[in-house]
């Protein structure tokens, strides 16, 4: 059984900076593109960003996190990573990992606030 289990989350004022960090198991891991998404209450979940299997060399965000948010992965430690600076408001959610379609049964997800 795969398991996803997302950490880092939490409270920061706008401006700041939050590293958030997804560690699998249960499967192997450097095969799969990896992406974040987030989702707010009453809304589906949004893709955030992605990063392409084995080096990872290819990456992709959503057009409101470029410049501002970084996507990595450590695959001798199954973990998927995204550094978020400038953080804004907006970017409040609860922030999930997943591999792309088909996805894994979903983590509880980690629960970032911005806010002042």
């Known amino acids: 059984q795969v398991q996803l289990v997302e950490s880092g989350g939490g409270l920061v004022q706008p401006g700041g900076s939050l590293r958030l960090s997804c560690a699998v198991s249960?499967?192997?891991?450097?095969?799969?593109?990896m992406a974040w998404y987030r989702q707010t209450p009453g809304n589906v979940r949004e893709f955030v960003a992605l990063?392409?299997?084995?080096?990872?060399?290819?990456?992709n965000y959503r057009d409101s996190v470029k410049g501002r948010f970084t996507i990595s992965r450590d695959n001798t430690k199954n973990t998927v990573y995204l550094q978020m600076n400038s953080l804004k408001p907006e970017d409040t959610a609860v922030y999930y990992c997943?591999?792309?379609?088909?996805?894994?049964?979903w983590g509880q997800g980690t629960q970032v606030t911005v806010s002042s």
């Open positions: 249960g499967s192997i891991f450097e095969i799969y593109d």
């Open positions: 997943n591999k792309i379609s088909p996805q894994w049964p």
């Open positions: 990063i392409s299997r084995g080096s990872g060399g290819t990456k």
